[in-house]
C-alpha cells in the first residue's frame, strides 16, 4: 500500500494526466493525450473484446466437451469425422469479424499516414544513447540525454534505490518543449544504428533509421509532460536513453523558443572565444 | 536396408531425382535474394 | 494389414543378420537408424533447452527487480540473443525434427529415412553450429549482442563474436535444408503401398509443409548473413546507407525468412496435436481434409505477412495496409484448426493421460497467443505494442504453452512406444500441472507490462513496472525448476518403467501404423511394407 503511494506521489510530481497510468499492477493501456491516440486506444479495446467474445465461445466449447464427455463418466463416442456445413460457418464467420476489424483499422491507419497541415516541424535524431531535436527554421537544437539522478542510480552496484529517484529511468536534462493542440510534424533518423522513438501518450511509435528520415505527427490537447523510451534494441544502453515531451500552451511556448534561442547564441560566442572542444561540438551538432 | 525391398532401382533413381530438385530450390533462394538486395541497391 | 506378420518377419531378421545397433560410441557417432538419430536430436534438444533456459532465467533474475543489480547491460543483451537462437534453432526445431526422425518413416511404413547418411550429416553439423554459437560467447567483444534478428547497423558493432554467430547459422542452416530434403524425399518416396498423401497421418503432412518452408527460407537468412559477413569484412554495403545500401532491406529479407520460420516451429506442433487429440477423445479427427487444406494455407500466408514485424520502420500506406490484411486473413486457417480440434473433442469419450493434458493446454494457450497475435496485427494498435512486453508474451505463449508444450504432449505420447516402457503417469502429470501453472505466471503479467508501455529487451525498468517484473520471474524460476521433472521422468523411463504394449493407448480407435508395431519398435521398422487400405 505504502508503495503505491510512493508511485502515486511520483506520478503526480511528473504532472501526468492519465495517473493510472503510472500506477504499479497496471493492466491495460493508458489512454493517451492525441486524438489519434484515443483512437488507437478504441481499437485495440474493440480488438480485445471481440477476442474475448470468440474466446467465450470458444473455450467455453472445450471446457463443456472437457466436462461433458469424459470417458471416466463412461461417455460414448460418435462417430462423425467432418461437417461440411459446420466448416463454412466457421471460415465465413471470422471472415466477417475480420472486416469488421480492418475497416476502422484503415480509417485510422490512413489518418496516422496524413501529413498534411503541419505547424511545427521537429527533426529527431537517434544517437547512442541520446537523442537530438532540432527544431528546424528555429535555430534551436539540442540534446536530450538520462537525468543525473537516473544515471547515478541505474549503475550495476550503486547501492541507490531507485524507488527513491522520481521518474526513474523515465527523465532526461532537456525535455522535448512543444505546444498544445498544434500539429507537430517529427522527421526521424538516427547517427549511428536503429533507434526508434516512442511516447505512449501520444500514441505513435517510428523507427529513426540512419540513412533514411521517417515521418509522423501528433497533436497533444492537453498540456503536460509525458514520457517514453527508445523502442528498438540500440546497443548497451539501449533501456537507458528515454524521452520527455512537456506539452505547454503556445504562449509558453514562443517563451521558451526565445530563451532556447538566446541560449544558443551565447554558446556559439563562447565556442568562438574560448576554443573548447566540447563547446565546439555543440555547435558543431548544432548545425 | 541394401538387401531391403525397399530400395529397388526405380526407388533409388526417385529418390536421387527428387533430393536434386530441392537442393536446386533451396540454391535458388539462396542466389536470388542476394542478386535481390543487390539489384536494389543503387 | 497383419501386425502380426510384421512382428514374426522382425524378429527373425534380427535373429541372422547384423543389421542391428553396432556397439558402443560408434552406433552413435556413425548412426544411420532414423530412430537413433531421432533419440540424438531429441536429447540435443533437451540439453539446448536447458542451456537457452539458465539464459532465460539470468534475464529473469536481472528483472526481478528495478535497478541493475547481476549482470552489465552488454551481458544483458547478450543473454536475450543467444537465449532466442538456442531456443529457435537448438531447442525447439531440433526436437521437432526429432519426432520427424522417429515417426515419419513408422508412420508411413517405411523400414528408414530415405537417405539416412545424409541424416547423420544433418545432426552432427547442427552440433558443430551450436558449439560455436556457444563459443562465441567466450571471445574477445563478448557475444553477439543486437538481438536474434541481428539487424544491421547494431550487429555490425558486434566484435569477433559475429564470424562465429554467422558461421555457426550457416551450419545450422545447412542441417535444416538438409534436414528437410531428407524428409521431403522421404514422404514422397518411400510410403506403404496404399498410402496415397490424403491418407498420411497429419503429423507427417504437417511436416511436409514444414520442410517446404525450411528448404524456401533457410537459404535466404543464409544470404542475409552472408550479406551482414561481407558488409562487416569485405568492404560491401548491402545494408549501409551511406554506401548506397539500405538497413530496412536487411529487414525485408530477415523476416520473409523470420515468418515462415515461426510456422515452421508450430505445424509440427499442429501435427503432434492433431494425432494426440482424436486418440484420447476416441474419435477420429474432425475435418481432416481442412485440416490439411488450412495448413497449406497457413504455409502460403506465411510468405506474404512478413512485413507486420516492420509497422513501425516507415512503410508506405499501400503497404501498411496489404500486410496488416494479410495479416488478419492467417486467423481464418488457425481458426478452421482451433474449431476442428475442438469439434474433435466435441461427442468424444475424453480421457486425460498427460500426452492429452498438454494437447489441451496447447489448445486453450495457443488460442490465446493467436488472440494476441491477431491484435498485433492491426497496423495502427501495432504502433502502441511493437517492440514492447506485449510482443514478448504474444510470442512466448504461441511457442512456450504452444510448440514447447505440443513437443512434450509429443513426447509423453510416444515415449512408451520409444522405450517400450510406461512411464510414472503421476509424476508426469505433476510435470503438467506444474508447468501450465508457472508458464501462466511467467508469460501472462508481460501482456500487462507491454501495454502499461515496457519497451522489451531491456535490462532495467522504470519502478512502475516492478510488480509485473517479479510476478514474471517468480514464474520463470518456477517454470524452469518443474523442467528438471521432466528429465528425470524421460530418463527414468529409458531405464526400467511397467513394460508397454504395442497399442500403447487403450484407445477404442488405434489409428496410425506406429501402434502395429512393437513397443519398441524393430531396429528396421517396416522390413515389410505394411499394406494400408
Same mark, same amino acid.
Given at each position: 500500500?505504502s508503495?503505491?503511494?510512493?508511485?502515486a506521489?511520483a506520478?503526480?510530481?511528473?504532472?501526468?494526466?492519465?495517473?493510472?497510468?503510472?500506477?504499479?499492477?497496471?493492466?491495460?493501456?493508458?489512454? #493517451?493525450?492525441?486524438d489519434?491516440s484515443?483512437?488507437?486506444?478504441?481499437?485495440?479495446?474493440?480488438?480485445?473484446?471481440?477476442c474475448v467474445?470468440?474466446a467465450?465461445?470458444?473455450?467455453?466449447?472445450?471446457?463443456?466437451s472437457?466436462?461433458?464427455f469424459?470417458h471416466?463418466?463412461?461417455?460414448v463416442?460418435?462417430?462423425?469425422?467432418h461437417s461440411?456445413?459446420?466448416?463454412?460457418i466457421?471460415?465465413i464467420?471470422?471472415?466477417?469479424?475480420?472486416?469488421?476489424?480492418?475497416v476502422?483499422?484503415a480509417?485510422?491507419?490512413? *489518418?496516422?499516414?496524413d501529413?498534411?497541415?503541419?505547424?511545427l516541424t521537429?527533426?529527431?535524431t537517434g544517437?547512442?544513447w541520446?537523442?537530438?531535436?532540432d527544431?528546424?527554421?528555429?535555430?534551436?537544437?539540442?540534446?536530450?540525454?538520462?537525468s543525473?539522478d537516473?544515471?547515478?542510480?541505474?549503475? *550495476? #552496484?550503486s547501492?541507490?534505490?531507485?524507488?527513491?529517484?522520481?521518474?526513474?529511468?523515465?527523465?532526461?536534462?532537456?525535455?522535448?518543449?512543444?505546444p498544445?493542440?498544434?500539429?507537430?510534424r517529427?522527421?526521424?533518423?538516427? #547517427?549511428?544504428?536503429i533507434h526508434?522513438?516512442?511516447?505512449p501518450?501520444?500514441?505513435?511509435?517510428r523507427?529513426a533509421?540512419p540513412?533514411?528520415?521517417?515521418e509522423?505527427?501528433?497533436r497533444?490537447?492537453?498540456?503536460?509532460?509525458?514520457?517514453?523510451?527508445?523502442?528498438?534494441?540500440?546497443?548497451?544502453?539501449?533501456?537507458?536513453?528515454?524521452?520527455?515531451?512537456?506539452?505547454?500552451? *503556445?504562449e509558453?511556448?514562443e517563451?521558451?523558443l *526565445?530563451?532556447?534561442?538566446a541560449?544558443?547564441?551565447?554558446?556559439?560566442?563562447a565556442?568562438?572565444s574560448?576554443d573548447?572542444s566540447?563547446?565546439?561540438?555543440?555547435?558543431?551538432?548544432?548545425? | 536396408?541394401?538387401?531391403?525391398p525397399y530400395? +529397388?532401382? +526405380?526407388r533409388?533413381?526417385a529418390?536421387?531425382?527428387?533430393?536434386?530438385?530441392l537442393v536446386?530450390?533451396?540454391?535458388a533462394?539462396?542466389?536470388?535474394f542476394i542478386v535481390?538486395?543487390?539489384?536494389?541497391a543503387? | 494389414?497383419?501386425?502380426a506378420h510384421t512382428?514374426a518377419h522382425?524378429?527373425?531378421?534380427e535373429?541372422h543378420?547384423?543389421?542391428?545397433?553396432?556397439?558402443?560410441?560408434?552406433?552413435?557417432?556413425?548412426a544411420t537408424?532414423?530412430?537413433?538419430?531421432?533419440?540424438?536430436?531429441?536429447?540435443?534438444?533437451?540439453?539446448?533447452?536447458?542451456?537457452?533456459?539458465?539464459?532465460?532465467?539470468v534475464?529473469?533474475a536481472?528483472?526481478?527487480?528495478?535497478?541493475l543489480?547481476l549482470?552489465?547491460p552488454g551481458?544483458f543483451?547478450?543473454?536475450?540473443?543467444?537465449?532466442?537462437?538456442?531456443?529457435?534453432?537448438?531447442?525447439?526445431?531440433p526436437? @521437432?525434427?526429432?519426432?520427424?526422425?522417429?515417426?515419419?518413416?513408422i508412420?508411413?511404413?517405411?523400414?528408414?529415412?530415405?537417405?539416412?547418411?545424409?541424416?547423420?550429416?544433418?545432426?552432427?553439423?547442427?552440433?558443430?553450429?551450436?558449439?560455436?554459437?556457444?563459443?562465441?560467447?567466450?571471445v574477445a567483444?563478448?557475444?553477439?549482442a543486437?538481438g536474434?534478428?541481428?539487424?544491421?547497423p547494431?550487429?555490425?558493432q558486434?566484435?569477433?563474436?559475429?564470424?562465429?554467430?554467422?558461421?555457426?547459422?550457416?551450419?545450422?542452416?545447412?542441417s535444416?535444408?538438409?534436414?528437410a530434403?531428407?524428409?521431403?524425399? @522421404?514422404?514422397?518416396?518411400?510410403?506403404?503401398?496404399g498410402m496415397?498423401?490424403?491418407?498420411?497421418?497429419?503429423?507427417?503432412?504437417t511436416w511436409?509443409i514444414?520442410a517446404?518452408?525450411l528448404?524456401?527460407?533457410?537459404p535466404?537468412?543464409?544470404?542475409?548473413?552472408?550479406?551482414?559477413?561481407?558488409?562487416?569484412?569485405f568492404?560491401?554495403t548491402f545494408?549501409?546507407?551511406?554506401?548506397?545500401g539500405?538497413?530496412?532491406?536487411?529487414?525485408?529479407?530477415f523476416?520473409?525468412?523470420?515468418?515462415?520460420?515461426?510456422?515452421?516451429?508450430?505445424?509440427?506442433?499442429?501435427?503432434?496435436?492433431?494425432?494426440?487429440?482424436?486418440?484420447?477423445?476416441?474419435?477420429?479427427?474432425f475435418?481432416?481434409?481442412?485440416?490439411?487444406?488450412?495448413?497449406?494455407?497457413?504455409?502460403?500466408?506465411s510468405f506474404?505477412?512478413?512485413?507486420?514485424h516492420?509497422?513501425?520502420?516507415g512503410?508506405?500506406l499501400?503497404?501498411q495496409?496489404?500486410f496488416?490484411?494479410?495479416t488478419?486473413?492467417?486467423?481464418v486457417?488457425?481458426?478452421?484448426k482451433?474449431?476442428?480440434?475442438?469439434? @474433435?473433442?466435441?461427442?468424444g469419450s475424453?480421457?486425460?493421460e498427460?500426452?492429452?493434458l498438454?494437447?489441451?493446454a496447447?489448445l486453450?494457450?495457443?488460442?490465446i497467443g493467436?488472440?494476441?497475435?491477431?491484435m498485433?496485427g492491426?497496423a495502427?494498435?501495432?504502433?502502441?505494442?511493437?517492440?514492447?512486453?506485449?510482443?514478448?508474451?504474444?510470442?512466448?505463449?504461441?511457442?512456450?504453452?504452444?510448440?514447447?508444450?505440443?513437443i512434450?504432449?509429443?513426447v509423453?505420447?510416444w515415449?512408451?512406444?520409444?522405450?517400450?516402457h510406461m512411464?510414472?503417469?503421476?509424476?508426469?502429470?505433476?510435470?503438467?500441472?506444474?508447468?501450465?501453472?508457472?508458464?501462466?505466471?511467467?508469460?501472462?503479467?508481460q501482456?500487462?507490462?507491454?501495454?502499461?508501455?515496457?519497451?522489451?529487451?531491456?535490462?532495467?525498468?522504470?519502478t512502475?513496472?516492478a510488480?509485473?517484473?517479479m510476478?514474471?520471474?517468480?514464474?520463470a524460476?518456477?517454470?524452469g525448476?518443474?523442467?528438471?521433472?521432466?528429465?528425470?521422468?524421460?530418463f527414468?523411463?529409458?531405464?526400467?518403467?511397467?513394460?508397454a504394449?504395442?497399442?500403447?493407448?487403450?484407445?477404442?480407435?488405434?489409428?496410425?501404423?506406429?501402434?502395429?508395431?512393437s513397443?519398441?519398435?524393430?531396429?528396421?521398422?517396416f522390413?515389410?511394407?505394411p499394406?494400408?487400405?
Amino acid at each position: 500500500m505504502s508503495k503505491s503511494m510512493k508511485y502515486a506521489a511520483a506520478v503526480l510530481g511528473g504532472c501526468l494526466p492519465a495517473a493510472s497510468a503510472f500506477a504499479a499492477w497496471e493492466l491495460n493501456m493508458p489512454l #493517451g493525450v492525441t486524438d489519434l491516440s484515443r483512437e488507437i486506444h478504441g481499437l485495440h479495446m474493440l480488438i480485445f473484446w471481440i477476442c474475448v467474445l470468440i474466446a467465450i465461445v470458444v473455450f467455453g466449447m472445450m471446457i463443456y466437451s472437457i466436462v461433458k464427455f469424459r470417458h471416466s463418466k463412461g461417455a460414448v463416442p460418435a462417430n462423425f469425422d467432418h461437417s461440411t456445413k459446420a466448416e463454412i460457418i466457421w471460415t465465413i464467420i471470422p471472415i466477417a469479424i475480420l472486416v469488421g476489424m480492418a475497416v476502422p483499422a484503415a480509417g485510422t491507419l490512413i *489518418k496516422i499516414e496524413d501529413m498534411r497541415d503541419s505547424e511545427l516541424t521537429v527533426k529527431i535524431t537517434g544517437y547512442q544513447w541520446k537523442w537530438h531535436y532540432d527544431y528546424l527554421d528555429k535555430n534551436v537544437s539540442f540534446f536530450s540525454t538520462l537525468s543525473e539522478d537516473s544515471n547515478r542510480a541505474r549503475q *550495476k #552496484g550503486s547501492g541507490i534505490d531507485p524507488n527513491t529517484i522520481p521518474n526513474y529511468l523515465l527523465d532526461v536534462d532537456n525535455r522535448m518543449v512543444v505546444p498544445v493542440d498544434t500539429k507537430v510534424r517529427v522527421l526521424l533518423t538516427a #547517427g549511428d544504428v536503429i533507434h526508434a522513438w516512442w511516447v505512449p501518450a501520444l500514441g505513435m511509435k517510428r523507427d529513426a533509421i540512419p540513412g533514411i528520415v521517417n515521418e509522423m505527427w501528433f497533436r497533444a490537447d492537453e498540456p503536460g509532460v509525458y514520457r517514453g523510451q527508445c523502442a528498438e534494441l540500440c546497443g548497451y544502453d539501449h533501456g537507458f536513453m528515454p524521452i520527455v515531451v512537456e506539452v505547454v500552451t *503556445k504562449e509558453e511556448f514562443e517563451e521558451w523558443l *526565445k530563451s532556447k534561442q538566446a541560449d544558443g547564441a551565447e554558446i556559439a560566442t563562447a565556442a568562438n572565444s574560448t576554443d573548447s572542444s566540447d563547446a565546439t561540438m555543440i555547435v558543431a551538432q548544432a548545425e | 536396408m541394401k538387401s531391403s525391398p525397399y530400395m +529397388d532401382a +526405380d526407388r533409388k533413381r526417385a529418390i536421387r531425382r527428387t533430393t536434386l530438385w530441392l537442393v536446386l530450390l533451396a540454391l535458388a533462394f539462396y542466389v536470388g535474394f542476394i542478386v535481390l538486395t543487390i539489384s536494389r541497391a543503387n | 494389414m497383419s501386425t502380426a506378420h510384421t512382428h514374426a518377419h522382425a524378429a527373425d531378421h534380427e535373429a541372422h543378420d547384423h543389421h542391428g545397433p553396432e556397439k558402443g560410441w560408434r552406433r552413435w557417432l556413425f548412426a544411420t537408424n532414423h530412430k537413433d538419430i531421432g533419440t540424438m536430436y531429441l536429447l540435443f534438444s533437451l540439453l539446448m533447452f536447458f542451456i537457452g533456459g539458465a539464459m532465460a532465467l539470468v534475464i529473469r533474475a536481472e528483472l526481478f527487480q528495478p535497478g541493475l543489480q547481476l549482470v552489465d547491460p552488454g551481458f544483458f543483451n547478450t543473454m536475450t540473443t543467444v537465449h532466442a537462437l538456442i531456443m529457435v534453432f537448438g531447442a525447439v526445431m531440433p526436437a @521437432t525434427v526429432g519426432l520427424a526422425n522417429w515417426m515419419i518413416p513408422i508412420q508411413i511404413g517405411a523400414p528408414d529415412m530415405a537417405l539416412p547418411r545424409m541424416n547423420n550429416f544433418s545432426f552432427w553439423l547442427l552440433c558443430a553450429a551450436f558449439t560455436l554459437l556457444l563459443l562465441s560467447l567466450f571471445v574477445a567483444g563478448g557475444g553477439p549482442a543486437s538481438g536474434w534478428t541481428l539487424y544491421p547497423p547494431l550487429v555490425l558493432q558486434t566484435g569477433n563474436a559475429l564470424p562465429l554467430a554467422i558461421f555457426a547459422i550457416h551450419l545450422a542452416g545447412a542441417s535444416s535444408i538438409m534436414g528437410a530434403i531428407n524428409i521431403i524425399v @522421404t514422404i514422397m518416396n518411400m510410403r506403404a503401398p496404399g498410402m496415397s498423401l490424403l491418407k498420411m497421418p497429419v503429423f507427417v503432412w504437417t511436416w511436409l509443409i514444414t520442410a517446404y518452408l525450411l528448404i524456401a527460407v533457410m537459404p535466404v537468412f543464409a544470404g542475409a548473413v552472408t550479406m551482414l559477413l561481407t558488409d562487416r569484412f569485405f568492404g560491401t554495403t548491402f545494408f549501409e546507407a551511406a554506401g548506397g545500401g539500405d538497413p530496412v532491406m536487411y529487414q525485408h529479407i530477415f523476416w520473409f525468412f523470420g515468418h515462415p520460420e515461426v510456422y515452421i516451429m508450430i505445424l509440427p506442433a499442429f501435427g503432434i496435436v492433431s494425432e494426440i487429440i482424436p486418440t484420447f477423445s476416441r474419435k477420429p479427427l474432425f475435418g481432416y481434409d481442412a485440416m490439411v487444406y488450412a495448413t497449406a494455407a497457413i504455409a502460403f500466408l506465411s510468405f506474404i505477412v512478413w512485413a507486420h514485424h516492420m509497422f513501425t520502420v516507415g512503410m508506405p500506406l499501400a503497404g501498411q495496409l496489404f500486410f496488416m490484411l494479410a495479416t488478419m486473413l492467417i486467423a481464418v486457417p488457425t481458426g478452421v484448426k482451433v474449431f476442428n480440434w475442438t469439434a @474433435t473433442m466435441f461427442k468424444g469419450s475424453i480421457s486425460f493421460e498427460p500426452p492429452m493434458l498438454f494437447a489441451i493446454a496447447f489448445l486453450f494457450l495457443f488460442t490465446i497467443g493467436g488472440f494476441s497475435g491477431l491484435m498485433l496485427g492491426v497496423a495502427p494498435a501495432d504502433f502502441q505494442y511493437h517492440d514492447t512486453y506485449f510482443v514478448v508474451a504474444h510470442f512466448h505463449y504461441v511457442l512456450v504453452p504452444g510448440a514447447v508444450f505440443a513437443i512434450m504432449a509429443g513426447v509423453y505420447y510416444w515415449l512408451p512406444k520409444w522405450t517400450g516402457h510406461m512411464y510414472n503417469m503421476k509424476l508426469a502429470k505433476v510435470h503438467f500441472w506444474l508447468s501450465v501453472i508457472f508458464v501462466n505466471l511467467l508469460f501472462f503479467p508481460q501482456h500487462f507490462l507491454g501495454l502499461a508501455g515496457m519497451p522489451r529487451r531491456i535490462p532495467d525498468y522504470s519502478t512502475q513496472f516492478a510488480d509485473w517484473n517479479m510476478v514474471s520471474s517468480i514464474g520463470a524460476f518456477g517454470f524452469g525448476l518443474s523442467q528438471l521433472l521432466f528429465v528425470y521422468i524421460i530418463f527414468a523411463t529409458i531405464r526400467s518403467g511397467a513394460k508397454a504394449t504395442d497399442k500403447v493407448w487403450d484407445t477404442a480407435k488405434p489409428h496410425g501404423l506406429e501402434w502395429t508395431l512393437s513397443s519398441p519398435p524393430p531396429y528396421h521398422s517396416f522390413e515389410v511394407a505394411p499394406e494400408v487400405k
